[in-house]
């Protein structure tokens, strides 16, 4: 029965990964039951050079005609060999590189660059209608949004990354699950068999820069790998890094987060500091790809025990399965998954993901670490050491506020982003969405999300709101993750295992915790007895504050998100749960 329902729910829980081919809609609340250059110019002077100016003086004393001819031929043969070699060069460079190649060392998707598109800010609007900080899936979800109220809308992008929107979830997920290889194209199969791409639209759907403010029909540009350094909020003026200023009637901030990175190794030696990244972006997955590749990387080290920590050692694990590497995750806690699941439910996680072949290093943090022979030799706390080739830090990240001094926009203290309102406005005609917005959650008060999908959705509402539409955030977005075959689950609300939780299981015996009608037995501090042999496959775990249900795991439950949206939108009970589990129907094949 179980192993059925376990198979049943592997099937079903493919058809969340729909999320990543497209932008949807807001399920409905109902009833329970993303020129050439110049020349040099005189100081004095706008007119072209002189030819004296690119070629040299060309005063002094006439000159013989056999002299002449003499350094006329020796120019002509030295101009015939060097365009030979040059020919030769090129050709060779045709013929031997036909794919762009990174500073890296690692093969470039197509639409991939490494400078500044385009090339001078001249080229840039200095006045658009909608302007969109931030390149990643909030701006392109708020742009459709725009779209689909303003349809003949002018929107720039200004993006300091150097490709066109994508989506992340892959880069830890998808595109890790082929075993024979990494693809260079960035496409994962999807849940209904297909192939796409990393991109949500390929490069003919975007407009040019230059090009924009004259299209009839609008659309959207991208100016990628340039940076706003301030917002003027009273004039509505973005500056660029070069001062190029921007006008717009209408601006988002969708600024992102930055992964942290460990002081330990801030300041690592040339020879070895291409061995350590953080991973968030596009390029982080091809950096991380090339390294995993190499014959000389044997030892890989994952530092983190949260969500991307954690679904990247498993993604990796199981990518290198037959290949003799090693995986090893460390990370602080006990277990992992420790700061938002139950502790009973981290166990048995972590003994799935080693299951997978990841060499899990619990209750550690790495203090020092040594080169030797090119390579780092980790030291952690208790003493023992790790070798490593190649190492990826995933202990959280920062919002990316650095505009709010600048700007005069205000920070939360507590949870970081700029602060905005429940419809995601900073000032007027200023609306934050994504990573960078704290915002005010109506439902459960002030707070701040780092996921796919509240980046969907804040982009939408943003963008809706930037029409005119002048909605409060009332849509729950949703998380979700999988760390290995066995292990998949999606949360909304508040998932914190500081809170009391009660988790009910399709299972024979069930820890005492889940006792509902008994608040002591779901505290913090209570010790659940756990057999070893439990089997956690399938559940619902909801998350208590004040006797009020702020959050939801659905544990290898899929297609039951909407349900768990009412639930928490009712505010939910303590006393109710026995009967709201009912409608999970965990026990259903």
Request: charged share 25%; aromatic share 8%.
């Amino acid at each position: 029965m179980l192993s059925c329902s376990r198979i049943v729910g592997q099937l079903l829980r493919t058809t969340r990964n729909s999320h990543l081919s497209r932008i949807q809609s807001t399920n409905p609340i109902i009833d329970l039951p993303e020129k050439l250059p110049k020349c040099p110019e005189k100081s004095n002077k706008k007119l072209p050079p002189k030819c004296e100016e690119i070629y040299g003086p060309t005063g002094g004393a006439p000159i013989s005609y056999d002299s002449f001819m003499t350094k006329w031929w020796r120019q002509v043969l030295a101009a015939l060999l060097f365009t030979s070699v040059g020919i030769s060069f090129y050709s060779k460079l045709l013929k031997e590189e036909p794919a762009s190649v990174s500073s890296e060392g690692t093969t470039k998707p197509a639409g991939s660059k490494s400078s500044k598109s385009p090339d001078v800010s001249t080229k840039i609007p200095t006045e658009v209608p909608y302007l969109l900080i931030g390149g990643g899936t909030a701006a392109f979800s708020a742009f459709r949004s725009i779209k689909s109220k303003d349809p003949t809308a002018k929107v720039l992008i200004i993006s300091e990354e150097s490709d066109f929107p994508y989506m992340r979830p892959p880069l830890s997920k998808e595109l890790w699950y082929d075993k024979n290889q990494v693809p260079n194209d960035l496409s994962f199969r999807q849940w209904n068999g297909t192939e796409r791409s990393l991109f949500y639209e390929p490069t003919e759907f975007f407009k040019s820069v230059e090009d924009l403010m004259a299209s009839d029909k609008g659309g959207i540009a991208v100016a990628s790998r340039w940076k706003v350094i301030a917002v003027d909020v009273y004039h509505k003026v973005a500056i660029l890094e070069d001062e190029t200023e921007i006008k717009f009637d209408k601006c988002l901030l969708a600024t992102g987060s930055t992964p942290k990175m460990l002081n330990v190794f801030k300041k690592l030696p040339k020879e070895v500091e291409d061995k350590v990244l953080t991973f968030r972006t596009k390029d982080d997955f091809m950096k991380l790809a090339e390294k995993v590749k190499s014959p000389s990387v044997k030892d890989i080290v994952i530092i983190g025990g949260g969500f991307l920590g954690s679904e990247l050692a498993c993604s990796l694990a199981r990518h290198l399965s037959e290949v003799k590497k090693n995986v090893y995750q460390i990370y602080k806690e006990n277990f992992i998954m420790q700061a938002v699941l139950p502790e009973y439910l981290c166990q048995w996680t972590t003994e799935k993901s080693k299951k997978e072949g990841v060499i899990s290093v619990a209750g550690e943090e790495v203090k020092n670490y040594q080169v030797q022979d090119g390579k780092l030799k980790l030291f952690l706390t208790s003493g023992q050491a790790v070798n490593a080739d190649a190492v990826v830090v995933a202990v959280g990240s920062e919002a990316n506020t650095e505009l709010a001094e600048a700007s005069g926009l205000e920070v939360d203290n507590n949870f970081g982003g700029f602060l905005v309102n429940s419809e995601l406005q900073a000032r007027k005609d200023i609306w934050v969405a994504g990573d960078a917005a704290c915002f005010h959650d109506i439902r459960l008060g002030r707070r701040r999300v780092e996921h796919h999908d509240h980046a969907v959705v804040s982009g939408r509402l943003a963008g809706d709101n930037m029409t005119g539409a002048g909605k409060p955030y009332l849509h729950q977005s949703m998380f979700w993750s999988d760390l290995g075959p066995e292990v998949g689950y999606e949360a909304v609300g508040i998932i914190d295992s500081s809170l009391p939780t009660v988790g009910i299981f399709a299972k024979d015996y069930q820890p005492e915790a889940t006792n509902a009608l008994n608040p002591q037995l779901v505290s913090q501090s209570h010790e659940e007895k756990e057999d070893k042999n439990d089997d956690y496959g399938r559940g619902v775990v909801f998350y208590l504050k004040d006797d009020t249900v702020v959050g939801i795991v659905l544990w290898n439950i899929f297609n039951r998100m909407s349900i768990a949206r009412q639930v928490l939108t009712r505010g939910s009970k303590l006393e109710e749960i026995n009967e709201l589990a009912k409608l999970f129907t965990i026990h259903e094949d």
